[in-house]
């Protein structure tokens, strides 16, 4: 049971797919001009074609490929999708003088199976309009300055939508999904957390066999739960190396071993690295330069564990859908890089590894929920995001043993805190609650007085965000209560600490980490 989207560019297209996989059905992206046979491989039942910032008159504007509607499958046309359908059907598209662009609200008269009669808000987003329609069709739907903004051939099952329902300013989006992916593709709702582990298991056992195979676990949510299905799927056959950089959260590393050796068994080899981590970056105060020593040296002595192993040739990936979808994106679309991200997915690409990456097709909130079914703690399912390089990006100027210690102390206290509050929702995924809290490290002394003597002391930053994506992010406003209990403990508590500050910058312009 599968549904293909076709993507046209529209910066909504991946929350088309989303919709979808809410709605328990697995689906594809596709750019548009896949191979026709490409995207029939994954035998879909109904084809939608995105929206897209091109006009379907310019000459060299994305078309429709012939098997699509050779396919004679159900379609349905978002957007620049429908205008292309309806081009294509003979019916008329063109310019209109406005961009129609926010909040509208659309009528449904008669009965189909796409919209039943009522009145719907919806969220446009076109400057182009329909103004004939191809023959058979009909208007299921239209506002005052829009006739057809729904419409279909219902014999054919070729619907089309001017607005974009896969948005959440179309609250009845998701049931005019749900309806043309159930009652009009007949799809059923089977994409459930066990059947993927069902489908991942199976073909992880077909992709290696015998062979043994390697994963480098972090704690994070990608790489337990990658790692935690190919365990399941071979059992002995893998061997998990676990990297403890010495560069985690008070309390972190024993919490995330524990929670990996509960699931991995006696395939997790612990590397203690802190030392090696520590003098490499001895004197080094350039973020970047912190980035890069960071993942050479997680590379160096991953490797060199690796060595010890039993001849593994397989690689586990914790590559999730997102990452896949974002990699073919056309260059100019991608974003400019702001920081080297170190992450256990950018392992050595010199290593001579085939690469196991079963969550290849996932969300991330998918992620979560096949993590829980595995039975993974919900520390490692539900844990906040915590940069590959650590606090040594937390940990501004030298990173020393010391400093260390001082920002683990403030960053533990800020963070029970806020757990005392209430306020560190660990499951944050719908953009509730605090998205990532944390304290900063600054490389400067400011002044103080604490009894009677003067203090010169280092300055701890805290941060609390609420996010949605982390590609965009707002400052948390925190009760003041909360604040004030947070720097007065850590003045107090954290020796070497005598002045504390809130982040109130969000992203763009600042960044969540300050390195
Ligand atoms: P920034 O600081 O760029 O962070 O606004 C956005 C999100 O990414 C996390 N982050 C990283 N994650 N490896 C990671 O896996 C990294 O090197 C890295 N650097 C930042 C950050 O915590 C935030 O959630």
Not at 215 to 227: L, M, R, T, W, Y
Not at 311 to 334: C, H, M, N, W
Not at 385 to 400: D, I
Not at 491 to 510: L, Q
Request: charged share 20%.
């Amino acid at each position: 049971m599968s549904i293909a989207i076709l993507d046209y560019g529209s910066q909504y297209t991946q929350l088309i797919a989303r919709r979808v996989r809410e709605l328990r059905v697995y689906c594809e992206l596709f750019p548009w001009d896949t191979p026709g046979q490409e995207v029939l491989a994954i035998a879909p039942q109904g084809l939608i074609l995105s929206g897209g910032p091109a006009s379907v008159y310019e000459n060299s504007a994305p078309f429709l490929p012939p098997y699509i509607l050779e396919s004679k499958l159900p379609l349905l046309g978002i957007c620049y999708g429908m205008q292309l359908l309806v081009q294509e059907l003979g019916g008329k598209v063109a310019p209109s003088s406005q961009r129609e662009y926010g909040l509208s609200e659309i009528t449904a008269s008669d009965d189909n199976a796409l919209l039943p009669p009522g009145t719907y808000q919806v969220w446009m987003s076109h400057r182009d309009r329909v103004e004939t329609l191809p023959p058979d069709f009909a208007s299921l739907a239209a506002s005052g300055s829009c006739p057809f903004a729904a419409i279909g051939d219902c014999k054919r099952r070729i619907y089309g939508l001017q607005f974009h329902p896969e948005v959440v300013h179309t609250p009845g989006g998701l049931g005019m999904l749900q309806r043309f992916i159930v009652d009009i593709c007949g799809a059923t709702a089977d994409w459930t957390p066990r059947s993927i582990i069902q489908s991942a298991v199976k073909s992880i056992q077909q992709q290696v066999g015998k062979q043994n195979v390697l994963a480098a676990v972090s704690g994070g949510v990608d790489s337990s739960v990658a790692a935690a299905l190919v365990h399941k799927a071979l059992g002995a056959q893998l061997s998990a190396v676990f990297v403890d950089t010495g560069l985690l959260r008070q309390g972190e590393c024993d919490q995330v071993k524990t929670a990996l050796r509960t699931q991995l068994g006696p395939g997790l080899h612990i590397v203690n690295a802190g030392q090696t981590f520590l003098s490499a970056l001895h004197n080094v105060n350039d973020p970047e330069q912190k980035r890069s020593i960071i993942g050479e040296t997680f590379i160096r002595v991953f490797e060199a564990q690796a060595r010890k192993l039993n001849k593994p040739r397989f690689l586990v990936q914790g590559t999730i859908y997102p990452d896949v979808v974002e990699s073919r994106a056309p260059e100019r679309a991608k974003a400019q890089r702001i920081k080297t991200h170190h992450n256990v997915g950018g392992l050595p690409e010199h290593m001579d590894f085939e690469l196991v990456e079963p969550l290849r097709y996932l969300f991330k909130d998918e992620v979560r929920a096949v993590g829980e079914a595995l039975g993974l703690s919900e520390e490692l399912v539900w844990r906040q995001p915590f940069p590959g390089p650590g606090l040594a990006v937390r940990c501004l100027g030298n990173v020393t043993e010391q400093r260390l210690t001082k920002l683990r102390a403030a960053d533990f206290i800020f963070r029970q805190e806020l757990i005392a509050a209430g306020l560190l929702n660990q499951h944050f995924p719908k953009g509730q609650g605090i998205a990532q809290a944390f304290a900063v490290l600054l490389p400067v002394r400011s002044v103080g007085v604490m009894g009677d003597q003067r203090t010169y002391q280092e300055i701890i930053a805290l941060r609390a965000v609420t996010s949605q994506d982390f590609m965009t992010a707002d400052w948390a406003r925190l009760p003041q209560e909360l604040l004030a209990r947070a720097a007065n403990r850590i003045v107090n508590e954290v020796a070497g600490v005598n002045r504390v500050v809130y982040d109130i910058t969000s992203k763009p312009p600042a960044t969540i980490e300050w390195e």
